[in-house]
């Protein structure tokens, strides 16, 4: 079955502690999306990448990092540089072919205490 | 003043009931979406839209563009339904999706 993977569903960390979340996709999409969830908020896009080894800043970049080393993968990393990083973080991917519509993951659920 | 509003923020209904969600929005849009989000949090899309109205099963969404303003109805709700509505905009030269914050449906059996 073709989709967006994420892992885990529920992460804990001690604050001060850099976490990674992992986002895959075998749906060969190019372009990846990280958003973030707060309660009261919409979605807010963190980074996104069009292709392969680039990636770019979205609304909410500061203390959080990228990589997008395999089309497959972007993997995104909570620096203790993020003041409020409990949240919950969706991964999105989409086609070059479908340029407005993309699919989401599960998402994780970070606390952070 | 958010891009995107949506009303109701929460709604109840009973079963079999007719339920309109709206959405409003301040820029120039490519697209439209309407997206579910289920208490485990994960997002389907259910339309995508820029034009009409589109039905999918119980599902109707409309959009007028010049008033910039999209419904989602349900007919017949059922308690399966309850969920959060969101509503999204593709907008801007990087197709960037802006997101309104969500209508909280219950419907009650």
């Known amino acids: 079955d073709g989709g967006i993977t994420q892992s885990p569903k529920y992460l804990f960390r001690k604050e001060g502690q850099n976490v990674t979340l992992s986002c895959e996709q075998n749906?060969?999409?190019?372009?990846m999306y990280w958003y973030r969830q707060d309660p009261g908020q919409g979605l807010r896009l963190i980074y996104y990448?069009?292709?392969?080894?680039?990636?770019q800043k979205g609304d909410i970049a500061e203390g959080y990092s990228v990589s997008r080393e395999k089309k497959e993968s972007f993997p995104l990393t909570v620096t203790s540089a993020q003041k409020n990083p409990t949240a919950f973080y969706l991964c999105?991917?989409?086609?070059?072919?479908?340029?407005?519509?993309?699919?989401f993951g599960p998402g994780t659920r970070l606390t952070v205490t | 003043k958010n891009e995107v509003e949506q009303s109701p923020q929460n709604l109840t209904a009973q079963e079999g009931e007719f339920i309109t969600i709206n959405c409003s929005y301040s820029?120039?849009?490519?697209?439209l979406h309407w997206l579910q989000q289920h208490p485990g949090g994960g997002i389907v899309s259910l339309f995508m839209?820029?034009?009409g109205k589109k039905k999918h099963g119980r599902l109707i969404a409309t959009i007028n563009i010049q008033e910039k303003h999209s419904s989602l109805h349900i007919t017949a709700s059922h308690p399966r339904d309850s969920a959060v509505y969101i509503c999204?905009?593709?907008?801007?030269?990087?197709?960037?999706?802006?997101f309104g914050t969500g209508t909280l449906l219950a419907v009650q059996p």
């Open positions: 999105a991917s989409r086609h070059a072919g479908t340029p407005y519509e993309q699919y």
């Open positions: 749906l060969n999409h190019d372009a």
């Open positions: 990448s069009q292709i392969v080894n680039d990636f």
């Open positions: 820029v120039g849009i490519s697209a």
């Open positions: 839209l820029s034009s």
């Open positions: 999204a905009v593709t907008g801007g030269a990087t197709n960037k999706l802006i």
